[in-house]
């Protein structure tokens, strides 16, 4: 059941490299997650990708969802996505753009 928000993380990833925060202000996403001001400057979908993922996280281990499962498993969505980023392999500035899209 892990594997059922791993597309949820991985969007809750993406978002947060997109972030101001990251882009411009070079914060860790780690960084702008626990200090309460640097989430006050996060966008609202990132913040609405955080809650999604701690509700996936509870429900891996909420026992009535023991034989239903817990929600749709992984499709790789975000995978290729979440590849190129991670490997550097970006525009800030197009970045930016569908982040200003997105507020």
Do not use: W
Not at 16 to 43: A, Y
Not at 55 to 82: A, H, W
């Amino acid at each position: 059941m892990p594997s059922s928000c791993k597309d949820i993380r991985t969007g809750l990833a993406l978002c947060l490299q997109r972030s101001p925060c990251v882009l411009i202000d070079r914060h860790t996403p780690t960084e702008c997650m626990e200090n309460p001001e640097l989430r006050k400057e996060l966008p609202e979908q990132c913040l609405a990708r955080m809650r999604s993922y701690a509700q996936c996280r509870r429900g891996i281990f909420d026992m009535r969802k023991r034989f239903r499962g817990n929600g749709p498993l992984s499709t790789g969505v975000y995978d290729e996505e979440y590849e190129r980023i991670s490997k550097g392999e970006f525009d800030p500035t197009t970045e930016l753009d569908k982040v200003s899209k997105l507020l």
